[in-house]
């Protein structure tokens, strides 16, 4: 299983999750969406987006996409200690760093 890096977890002013990836991910990336799960692959922006649909909820979908990016492309996404956030506020934020150490993510 490969690992990636998340450089940058952004909510955007459409409520759209982003988390971008250091290297910048890879095209086969883009394979995500296979699981119509919401989760999809942006290219130009290198980072995984999820349209969420229940505002305030972004740890419970941040988990989600962690989940199906490892159960559909196989690829282990993991926050740093360098990861800046955008547009997350600091409740928000915790919460989200808490859902990344669950059983099957922790925190580099």
Known sequence: MDTE????????????????????????????YRAAVGVYWDQERGAFKFATKKLGEYAHWFAHMLNVVKSEIGLHLLLSEHTSWANVPEVMRISIQQASTGENYGKR
């Open 5 to 32: 890096i998340i450089s940058r977890v952004e909510i955007s002013d459409s409520d759209e999750l982003f988390l971008y990836l250091q290297s910048g991910g890879r095209p086969a990336y883009q394979y995500v």
